[in-house]
């Protein structure tokens, strides 16, 4: 089937390949021809990682590969271009079986820099009927931070503000800019109050709120937004970023975090979709394959039914969550190539009738941060703005400002001392020109 989603066409060709390699590494990159989704690699395979333009394999020397996958790719033209290159060990065989036809692509080259060797292989048409767009309403929702404190606050001491030597009794805070409400305290009901009056004022329907386990500082501030929220009538669900926790997490250690986060802050306003509370995972491919399905199976196991959204960038862990997000497009900062991210998240989308949803932030700047390098300048708003546009044109579910405080990032909509509240009512505009659909007009 075809479906134009603004001027995206997307079409699906299911193919199925494989890699056999004792090349110690191996690159296949396609060009005129992308990949939705990726099926087939194991938990025993860590090595081999799926990109949306390719499939990228390192193993130890004198190991030897062998992988059937299976690709549903888009964008298609007849014909696809298939550009490997390998190590200077072993070989690269790859055996593409579609509409019946079977073609075997052999790389043994040796004593180049990359050993590239490029193949043209014929695809037939199109022919997977693919789910189609997830019906949601429309949602604004944005990435908070309950982590802050100070000592006159129900906190009692510094949390964040300090970081990295920071001395915020001297004025100095680990952050570029400087909130209205002064250097904060996460768990003052005030504090929280105000928070949600912004962000009703800005359009959002509900706060992410990141929670970094039960012995953080944030723990205790979930608990301070939730009791505050409750008499407000505002929504809210949890974000678990466990690549960022202290030490590695196990799985189980995973899922009883999850476990104990909706015991002590699950109620009436959680955010759900299919009657299921929402639950984000963020840079979920930083951690193998094999970990989410046993959390996954472990929160079954004990009764525990969420619908997992999770920020990944690659596609063979499509079909390990429900949903796809982006938390910032740093990492693709080009517009060319974020459109392609874009693209790809919207393929995979259709193809499997799951929601993805995208981010805006309004700039980036992480210089007093614990040594921080990146900053990215506001433009008045326009950075922020310019990523609407695509977006539209993509038509996610749901929208997610990144962020509405995470003040070590400079990413922050909340007013500051620098910009007041002019970055409050650009996610207002934004919020309503999504929800209506059109682009921005001031």
Known sequence: MLFA????????????????????????????????????????????????????????????????????????????????EKGDLGDLFLKFTAGGREVILENRLHGNTFNRKVFNLEIPARDVEAAGRYQLPPGVYSFYYPWYGNPRGPSGRWFHWDLCGHDPDRGDLASSHTPVLGAYDSRDPEVVARHIEWAVSAGLDGFILACFGPSSPSWKGIRAFVDVAETQGFRYALSFPFPDYPGEISPLE???VIKGALEEFYGPLYIRIEGKPVVFFYAAHQLPRGFWRVLFSELARQGIEVFPVGNFLDPSYGDLFEALYFYLPLFFAGTELRMEFFRWAMALGILTGKPYFYPV?????????????????????????????????????????????????GTEFEPSLQFGDFYLRILGLISRQFKENEPIRR
């Open 5 to 84: 989603i603004g001027l995206f066409p997307l079409g699906f060709k299911r193919v199925n390949l494989h890699l056999d390699s004792s090349s110690d590494w191996a690159v296949m990159r396609f060009s005129r021809a992308r990949i939705a989704l990726c099926r087939g690699i194991k938990p025993d395979y860590p090595g081999l990682r799926c990109l949306p333009d390719a499939l990228l394999l390192n193993q130890p020397p004198g190991r030897r590969a062998s992988i059937s996958l299976t690709l549903y790719l888009y964008d298609l033209p007849r014909r696809v271009e298939i550009t490997t």
């Open 254 to 256: 995973g899922a009883e």
């Open 361 to 409: 932030f309004p700039g980036f700047d992480n210089r007093r941060a614990c040594g921080g390098r990146v900053y990215i300048p506001r433009r008045r708003g326009r950075t922020a703005e310019d990523l609407l546009g695509p977006i539209l044109a993509l038509r996610p579910q749901w929208l997610l400002a990144s962020t509405f405080n995470e003040w070590h990032e």
